[in-house]
């Protein structure tokens, strides 16, 4: 089975300045998809990115980008600029991009990371 | 578009009590899922569907039910409410088995005393 890690707990940034959260994940496959969600004060939970497994381009969401290092299962998400909008829990997903008994479609996710903002 | 719509969005049980966490989405979605959060571990899989008429578990179904008798509504059923059973609880939707993510509910928080 799948595993996501988030092991930073709690990270925090000042306003402007860029942060990492990391993520890295347990697969025995080759194709998957990989998603960093983000659940502000609200609960809502939003999709910020979304990474193709197959594809070696780091996605790229205006001021969020991933780095993506297929070898070393490791999917961290840098916020650029960083604003106090952006202050939220983030979590890490994976999918598994295979057919059968995964094809449900089931997101297996992190344990979060919370990110304060300060101004 | 109201997109996917969960009520209740807060309620307190009491132990043995039973409810149903109501789900709906306008996107005619096919996939529908309800996990469960819990500080510090994550969201976990309850139950899910591939369309109506069809369910099945995921990782923590215990002490819970579904039923999907149409596409649009997805109820999640706790019986014999117990502490454990404290969480958030989200609804989400997808068309394409979540390979471009989902659309979430709002939650429902779930305090079982």
């Known amino acids: 089975a799948q595993t996501v890690t988030q092991s930073q707990p709690e990270m925090s940034v000042q306003e402007a300045e860029t942060v990492t959260l990391s993520c890295t994940y347990d697969?025995?496959?080759?194709?998957?998809?990989l998603f960093w969600y983000k659940q502000p004060p609200s609960r809502q939970m939003i999709l910020v990115i979304r990474?193709?497994?197959?594809?070696?381009q780091n996605a790229t969401e205006n001021r969020f980008s991933v780095n993506f290092q297929k070898a070393a299962k490791s999917f961290s998400l840098k916020i650029s600029d960083s604003q106090l909008g952006d202050a939220a829990m983030y979590f890490c997903a994976y999918r598994s991009a295979g057919a059968g008994g995964t094809s449900y479609g089931k997101l297996t996710f992190g344990q979060g990371t919370i990110l304060t903002v300060h101004p | 578009n109201a997109g996917v719509t969960q009520t209740p969005k807060f309620r307190i049980l009491k132990i043995g009590q039973s409810m149903t966490l109501q789900c709906a989405q306008d996107?005619?979605?096919?996939?529908m899922y309800w996990y469960r959060q819990d500080p510090g571990m994550g969201l976990k899989l309850i139950y899910y569907s591939v369309g109506a008429g069809i369910t099945d578990k995921g990782e923590v179904p215990n002490g819970y039910n579904v039923s999907r008798s149409t596409t649009e509504y997805f109820p999640l059923r706790l019986e014999l409410a117990a502490p454990s059973q404290t969480s958030v609880y989200f609804c989400?939707?997808?068309?394409?088995?979540?390979?471009?993510?989902?659309?979430f509910g709002s939650g429902t928080r779930l305090t079982v005393v």
């Open positions: 697969t025995s496959e080759s194709d998957y998809y």
């Open positions: 996107m005619n979605h096919n996939y």
């Open positions: 989400a939707s997808s068309p394409k088995g979540g390979i471009y993510g989902y659309t």
């Open positions: 990474q193709e497994a197959y594809k070696q």
